[in-house]
Nanobody, 120 residues
């Protein structure tokens, strides 16, 4: 089982910024579609941003222009820079590495999540 470990969550005031990090084992991010998802209390998990192996990046409408995905393959780490945070961004943020569309029977890996709380 490949481990993904998120960090960087915390409490921030509305309008502030946070940067989340996710470190994966080995070169998992180089052979996966990679993304960040979030789950707010009482809601379903939703996509925040996803980047395919081919480099196509998709942002949720609610975060486009405020959040930025980046990666450092040498460090096996992906990041989510979150600016202009809003109370509705409060959620547990999960890192994801999905090989399901890349190889037959590919695995879908999740981190345990990091909590972001935005106070209004």
């Amino acid at each position: 089982q490949v481990q993904l470990v998120e960090s960087g969550g915390g409490l921030v005031q509305a309008g502030g910024s946070l940067r989340l990090s996710c470190t994966g084992e080995g070169s998992i991010f180089r052979v996966s579609d990679v993304g960040w998802y979030r789950q707010a209390p009482g809601k379903q998990r939703e996509l925040v941003v996803r980047e395919t192996m081919s480099g196509a990046t998709t942002y949720a409408d609610s975060v486009r222009g405020r959040f930025t995905f980046s990666r450092d393959d040498a460090e096996n780490t992906v990041y989510l820079q979150m600016n202009s945070l809003k109370a509705e961004d409060t959620a547990v943020y999960y890192c994801n590495a999905n090989q399901g569309s890349i190889v037959p029977g590919g695995m879908n890996y999740w981190g345990k999540g990091t909590l972001v709380t935005v106070s209004s």
